[in-house]
Each structure stands twice: as C-alpha cells, then as structure tokens.
C-alpha cells in the first residue's frame, strides 16, 4: 500500500556508475530545492568499491520537513544503468513513476522493469556533448528541474556554488547543460510537480545525522574524542576534528577501536568530556573497556553508527541490530545508559544528551545511531535549543579523608580530578571498596554492584526519555530510524480517520516501566516497529516491560528501509481488528 | 644569578606510598621497582596530586595503588592508550605507565608501537620478569624459546622479542634499561626518562621469584653498566641494541624528536559552528 503524504512531496533517484557524477548531482538538486524554499532528504547508496561501482542519490523534496523516504519514487533518472540491478531493491517504483534513461544506456534492466513504470528516453549523453565541457549530470538537473517545477535558476546557482568562481568556464559549461535538460525534458510524460513556496525561510540547515551528532557532542561540552575510521561514522570524526580545533578540543585518530576506548576514558580521567565513535565491527571491539568505564565510573560516551551486521556484514547499509550488544554486550553485570536519537534533526539534542547523561551518572552512555541517519543529508528546520551540558560532580578542594566510590545516598560520588591535592585515588577495574582498594569481599561487591545501579536506575531521566504525540487506542512503539517512517505512517492514518499514537524511545536502557505504563494508558493495541531480523527490540520491551496488551511486532533486517506503507499496512489491520 | 629556591615541600620517597600492602609475593622484582619509583619522584619533587601512574593487567600493574598518586588500573594491554588520553588531555599531569612484558608487548604490543611513533610525553617502565605470574607462570614474548611450561611444553620454540629494538624503530625518544636489583640506578632511570621529553621506554628486569626462582641471582650475575655511553644517533643505537645480549643497564638511546602536539587554533563556543549548516 502506498502512502498519500499528508503533505506534497516528490521522490527522485538518481543513479549511475561510480564517477558519474550522481552523487554531486543529488547535492546540487537538494541546494537547489532548499533555496527555493522546501525541505528534503538525500540518501546515499553504493556499493562496497571506493571509486567506480554503482552509486545512487535517493531524494525527497517537500513542502513539509521529511527525514525518511516515501514508499515509492516518482522519477528514476538512470546516467547509465550500470549494476542498477544491484539497487533495483531499493528504488522502488510503480505504473505511476517515470524512469527516465539515455536511448544508448540500452534495454532497462529486468529488475527496474518489472516495477511497470513508465519508460522516457532522452539523449542525455548526445546533448551533454553537444556543449564545450557539459556533463551528462548537469543535463539530468535540468531534466529533472524542469519536470518537478524547481526553476533552473535555483540549479544553475547551486552549480556555480559547488563550482566555485573561480571556474568561470565550467559554470558556464554547466548552465548550457542545464538549460538543454530543461527544454529536453518539455516532451516527457507528466511527473508530480512541487508548488513553489511562496517563502524562502532563512535559517534553515542542511547537515547529516553524523554533523549533527558532532554538533551535539560539542554542544555538550566533548572536547576529546578518539577514533578509527570505520564506516559509516567516519564522518563524526572528519566532522569533529577541524571543529575540536576551533573550540579548544582535540580528536586523535587511534591505532584501533581498544585504543580509541582506552584514550576517552584517559581523557575522562583528566576531566574532559569524551566521546568516540564507531560501528558495530568496534563498539564489539570496545565492549570490554566499556566495562571498565562502568566499574571505574568514569563518563564517556560511545557512538555506534549502525550497519549492518554480523561480522563486516553490509558496512554501508542501515540496520537496527546492535541493540542486543549495546545493551547486553558487557560482561558481568554492568548498568549503564543506551540512548538512540529519533532521526536526523534529533541527532543534535539526543548526542547533547547522551553527553549531559554520562558526565551526571559518571557512567558510560552508547549512543545508537545508523547509517540512514548519519549518512543521510536533510533539510531542517534549525533544532530547537536544549539544556544539556556536561555537569560532573567533583570533589571539593581538600577533601577530608576523601572516598572515590562512596555510597551515597543516589549513587553517584563526587570525583576527584587529579591535580586535587588530597583527592588521589586509583581507578580501578578490579571491584573496589568505597575508598576505591581493590577488594575481593562479598560485602564490597553488593555495595558496588548496588551502587552503580542505583545511580543508573534511580536517576531522573525527564521528558526526554521519549517523544509522544497525541492519543489513541492504538500506539506504535519504536525507536531510533524506524521512528520517522512510523510517524509518517500514523499522519496518513489519521487523514484516514485512524487514531494512532507514536511513542519513540530516546531512552532504550535503563527501561522505564512506570514512564511507559503512563504512556500506554487508554491503549488498547500495540504496534512494536523496528529494522531487525531477530525483532531485538520487540524482546527486549518483552523482557523489561509489563506491555499487557496485544502486541503486534513487524521487524525486519536491512538493507532495504522500513517504510510508512508497510508500517500503515499493519495499522489499519490493526485498528480494523 | 640568584641561586635556585628549595621546593616548597621536601619530598621524600614515603610521600608517594599509599597504605595498600602490595600482592606481590616476597622477594619479587617489582618490590624493588616500586621503590625506585617513588625515590624517582621524590628526586624530580613532583605533588604526588600532579602524578598519574597507569597500567593494564598483571603482577607489575598492580603498583597504582600502591602509589598515593592519582592513577587508573585498567584492563589487560590498554594502559598506553588510556595514558595516551589521559596526557593529551590533561597536559599539566606527569603520566606514568606502568605495565609487564605480557601485558605491554603481548595483548598491548600494537598500542607499544603507536605509543612510541606519537612520542607523547609519557614514561613507560615496563618489569620484565618473562613469564606470565598472576596466571602461574606461561610463557611471554621475552621468554626464552626453550623455556619448559605446562601450556608450551618443551617451549615454545619461539624467539624472544626485542622490546628496546622495537622501540626503537617505532620512534621511541628515550629507551633504557634497569633493573630490579639496582634500586639506586632504577630510579636514576625514571627521573631521566620523566625528564626527557617524549616517550621514554624503560625496560625494568624484574625477577619473577615464584616462577623463575634462578632468574634472581643468575641476572644479578649478568647485569653490568652499559660500558659504551648513551647515543641520540639512531642508526648506532640500532646496532647496539641489536647486538645487546639484553643485560646491559643504563640509557641506550636518547633522541631529539620532539614530542607529540595538539593543535588548537580557537576557543571558540560550540555554537559558533552552527554557520556552516545555515550558509
């Protein structure tokens, strides 16, 4: 089933050979999209080759702001049908979509064709040479400009932004371009067209999940962080390290993830705010320190982009599967905090967060993030300011026969940073008494054990440990990506009469039973949605919550995204039964 | 030239000793390397606050507590990248590692040879007794290749790594060895490593006395100064470790690269940032 978007959006794919020039074309069209006024989303997908190979731009242009894809796109401009087959998967179309390819790229590729879409042809190719340095791309942009009603204006200023002034000639080679898709594109079968905006709205941004969650973790108060480059959270380091500079922090890239862990948590021992970040392959490689975090109590905080998994797995398709290691991956029993942010405008608040959380708690906190959320570029409204900021309690000066690890009354013991006269003491992963001595005692490993829970469990996580809209009788539980589309899902069932409540989940560990009961109050039916094979969050709000109502799981794996369609499909049987 | 004022506070070795009594069993190397440290300190006259001593997984990481110093008792092999953290972020501290030539060149040798390429201001003493002793006596990279064990009987046909050599070509700035029995020179060891910028690699022979009881005398017998001085040109210092039977005590090499920097070009807010998302 398709979903009617509450609001009007169109879909566009864009795909090609590696080196086509895709990639840069999608980034012009969403600039170009976003000066005009609307919103939108671009995704990138390729294979696993670091040049050539297959490559595709997935955009969302809206009048409304949008962080997942619809169910379907409306226009796929093939630059070539090289290896499309291999994303065909992903590019789902119908009889009413608009596949639009050069005459000479051949036969549409059996998987495309299936789909039933109509079928263009233009000789992207033979007018791209008709100009002194025009490029096939810059043709496709005026195609697709003229088709969806973006002037080609906005386009060819993108352009000559992305090209910079100082390659007049290019600017101009690209224009002509530009202008030859657009008029090319005059004899083509009707695809939906945007109404341009009547506003330009100043002070929206354009950044990824991955910036934003370095924005946040900055805001918050990291001023150290440690890497290995791994994808898909590169990008929070290349992003975090230039900024690290400008504001008095430092990033070092680490020989590997056991390093990485081991220098944030040396960081937070001197007292700055740490973070690092990685993906599946090196939060399974960092677990063991994360341990000693927790039983150090010393704050750091751990970004894993997922991917999928197991092992290498797909490293850059989005999946939903490191939640079991998250949140059970620590030997021993270990509290601590797991956090995910609900899409890529929350990415911010959420690494903010996440920041505020480990510094209050002295405790490690993961952050589950993706790849469709770090790697995905949206046009947003800019995210609403938030509080958090890094606050640790420290000891006093001169402390009087100071203990590291004393019980308090909420768990959390005021740290001595070293430099504090009086105030040394020894971390330690060995279990420890109250004055921080390694001790082998029953009595000493229940206070610990008991301490470092209660401060975990006993702390008052807010508002924020969710996001939920509205009422009904009918909730739809999620988390992380798999949030978006849900909401999308549940707009569409309201134009359809259909009450329907979203409840994501910031907060994934320590559960909030008494948080969730409140919010399930009057719901008679539950929804849990979420991109696992094994449906990891479904057992897991199994394991930790008292649902008591019907529960309706719909997990799957990656690659492919979850989307509204599928999630709607699910809501209206649901709601009818 | 006005003559140098006398520190404020008169260190002296007890004020670097906390009240734990160490696990170590009676008669074991790292004792006496545990004195040597705080006679070190004493002499360089650091605030025991100022100090942070770290280290991993084994009978020489235990010494941490030992030391009324601040510091972080790790997981096993870690403790050059936890002190790697620790010193770039906190810059004003004197970071001491602390580790054991299973915990240091085995399970942490990758983090060995970043450590010395980065030349971060830190000083590694590493007690080499060349057996594993909290886990009953296993063989480590130093252990002779012929060496009897439970888990590698006959031994383990192995030739031993050269740690000083390593250090070496990893770009290590500072490599010395001392040894247990020597407390005097191992302490000179650790105030000259503590004074020499970038990453000082000291190499401590620790007997082991319940695994390795002949070690103690026979080492006391092969040990000797180093009869040729400490070199800064790498490609001799090479050589002489190279053909070094491994006995020959003092500094071997002291280099002149300079240590690692961090590179800071404002103080600006985080929200300062914000302008290239909005443009």
Request: with cysteine.
């Amino acid at each position: 089933m398709n979903v009617e978007s509450a609001a009007k959006s169109i879909s566009i794919a864009l795909t090609g050979s590696g080196g086509s020039g895709v990639m840069t074309a999608g980034q012009t069209l969403l600039d170009a999209a976003r000066s005009c006024g609307f919103y939108g989303l671009m995704t990138r997908s390729s294979g696993p080759q670091i040049r050539g190979g297959e490559a595709a731009a997935m955009l969302r242009l809206a009048t409304r702001q949008v962080e997942s894809h619809a169910d379907r796109f409306d226009v796929l401009l093939a630059l070539d049908f090289e290896n499309v087959q291999r994303f065909a998967a992903e590019l789902p179309l119908d009889a009413g979509s608009l596949v639009i390819a050069d005459p000479k790229a051949g036969e549409i590729p059996a998987a495309i064709a299936a789909y039933g879409a109509r079928v263009a042809r233009v000789e992207m190719n033979k007018l791209a040479k008709s100009v002194q340095g025009g490029r096939i791309s810059m043709v496709a942009l005026g195609i697709l400009a003229r088709l969806t009603g973006l002037p080609e204006e906005a386009i060819i200023s993108a352009v000559s932004q992305t090209i910079g002034q100082r390659k007049p000639e290019a600017v101009a080679a690209s224009e002509q371009a530009v202008r030859l898709g657009a008029v090319a594109a005059e004899g083509l079968p009707e695809a939906p067209r945007l109404e341009l905006p009547a506003e330009k709205p100043a002070g929206r941004w354009s950044i990824t999940g991955n910036e934003a969650t370095g924005l946040g973790a900055l805001k918050g108060g990291v001023r150290f962080v440690a890497g290995y480059p791994i994808t898909p959270a590169t990008e929070i380091l290349e992003w975090m390290a230039p900024a690290l500079q400008q504001c008095g922090g430092v990033l070092i890239q680490a020989e590997d993830e056991l390093a990485s862990i081991n220098m944030v948590i040396g960081a937070s021992h001197g007292g700055v705010p740490a973070l690092t970040a990685t993906a599946g392959p090196g939060l399974s490689l960092m677990i063991e320190s994360i341990g000693l975090a927790v039983a150090s109590e010393t704050p750091i905080v751990v970004v894993d982009v997922m991917r999928t998994g197991p092992s290498t797995g797909i490293a850059t398709k989005s999946e939903q599967t490191d939640l079991n290691i998250a949140v059970y991956g620590l030997h021993g029993d270990a509290p601590h905090v797991v956090v995910a942010p609900l899409g890529i405008s929350d990415a911010l608040a959420t690494a903010q967060w996440s920041v505020a959380l480990a510094e209050a708690i002295q405790v490690p906190v993961i952050v589950l993030s993706d790849q469709s959320i770090g790697q995905s570029r949206a046009i947003i409204d800019r995210p609403e300011d938030v509080a958090f900021v890094a606050r640790r309690e420290t000891a006093a000066a001169h402390p009087d026969s100071y203990r590291r690890y004393e019980l308090t009354a909420n768990g959390i013991s005021p740290m001595a940073l070293p430099g504090l006269p009086g105030g040394q003491f020894t971390a330690d992963g060995l279990e420890h008494n109250a004055q921080g001595t390694p001790s082998s005692q029953a009595q000493d490993h229940i206070a610990q054990l008991d301490k470092r829970l209660r401060k975990v469990e006993g702390y008052d996580y807010g508002d924020f440990w969710a996001e939920i809209e509205g009422e009904g009788p009918l909730a739809v539980l999620t988390w992380g990506s798999s949030v978006q589309p849900v909401r999308e899902a549940i707009a569409t069932a309201r134009a359809h009469g259909i009450a329907a409540k979203p409840i994501a989940l910031r907060l994934i560990a320590p559960a909030q039973p008494e948080r969730l009961a409140a919010a399930l109050g009057g719901v008679k039916r539950l929804i849990v949605v979420e991109q696992s094979h094994s449906g990891q969050f479904w057992r897991y709000l199994r394991a930790h919550y008292d649902l008591g109502i019907p529960t309706v799981p719909m997990y799957r794996p990656g690659p492919l995204p979850i989307r509204p369609g599928e999630i709607l499909e699910i809501i209206l049987r649901e709601a009818r039964s | 030239m006005t003559p140098a004022q006398p520190p404020e506070v008169q260190y002296k070795p007890a004020h670097y000793k906390s009240a734990i009594k160490p696990v170590w069993c009676p008669g074991c190397g790292d004792h006496s390397v545990l004195l040597a440290f705080q006679r070190a300190m004493a002499e360089l006259a650091l605030p025991p606050e100022k100090i942070a001593v770290v280290s991993g997984i084994g009978c020489s990481s235990r010494i941490p507590a030992y030391t009324n110093t601040y510091g972080f008792h790790g997981v096993h092999g870690r403790s050059l990248a936890l002190a790697t953290g620790l010193k770039v972020a906190r810059p004003d501290l004197t970071v001491i590692v602390a580790s054991g030539d299973g915990d240091g060149f085995s399970i942490g040798g990758n983090h060995f040879l970043h450590a010395c390429r980065r030349n971060i201001d830190l000083t590694y003493i590493v007690m080499d007794n060349r057996i594993y002793g909290m886990t009953k006596g296993q063989p480590s990279p130093t252990t002779e290749l012929d060496w009897d064990t439970a888990i590698a009987p006959g031994g383990t046909g192995l030739s031993p790594f050269h740690p000083l050599v390593v250090a070496l070509a990893s770009g290590a700035n500072f490599i010395a060895r001392g040894f247990s029995g020597d407390i005097p020179g191992c302490a000179r060891l650790i105030v000259e490593a503590v004074r020499t910028p970038g990453f000082s690699f000291v190499q401590v022979l620790s007997p082991c006395i319940t695994f390795r009881p002949d070690q103690q005398q026979a080492w006391k017998d092969l040990v000797r100064n180093a009869p040729v001085p400490e070199t800064d040109d790498p490609g001799r210092a090479a050589r002489r470790l190279m053909t070094d039977d491994g006995f020959n005590l003092g500094v071997l090499y002291r280099g002149k690269r300079p240590p690692y920097a961090t590179r800071s070009l404002a103080n600006l807010p985080a929200a300062h940032l914000e302008e290239e998302f909005t443009a």
